[in-house]
């Protein structure tokens, strides 16, 4: 069993950068392929990034938003850059054990979750 901690959501501007972390405990974090998945009100949850053996991005998010692991202290990180209102939403840390799966963007295939953290970026 994986247990995922979401923190460092916040209040932003438009323009304005936060970072999240997940911190990871119960199994073997290096082996494990993590992601972000965001979920805004009225609408369903949408895969953001993910990291494994490669790195993904949502194209809604590419070139703003970098996600990165450090294995040792069992964390994963996102880096939210150039931050717009359309970003509001609770982000999500999610994690499964297929490090190598072809499937990286579709939230049922991920089975260990966070309990999300609120972003909220002002116009």
């Known amino acids: 069993q994986v247990q995922l901690v979401e923190s460092g959501g916040g209040l932003v501007q438009a323009g304005g950068s936060l970072r999240l972390s997940c911190a990871a405990s119960?199994?073997?974090?290096?082996?494990?392929?993590m992601a972000w998945f965001r979920q805004a009100p009225g609408k369903e949850r949408e895969f953001v990034g993910a990291?494994?053996?490669?790195?993904w991005y949502a194209e809604s998010v590419k070139g703003r938003f970098t996600i990165s692991r450090d294995d040792a202290k069992n964390t994963l990180y996102l880096q939210m850059d150039s931050l717009k209102p359309e970003d509001t939403a609770v982000y999500f840390c999610?994690?499964?054990?297929?490090?190598?799966?072809?499937?990286?963007?579709?939230?049922?295939?991920?089975?260990?979750w966070g309990q999300g953290t609120q972003v909220t970026v002002s116009s």
């Open positions: 999610t994690a499964n054990n297929n490090y190598y799966s072809s499937y990286v963007r579709r939230a049922d295939e991920y089975d260990y």
């Open positions: 119960g199994s073997t974090f290096s082996s494990l392929r």
């Open positions: 990291i494994s053996w490669s790195v």
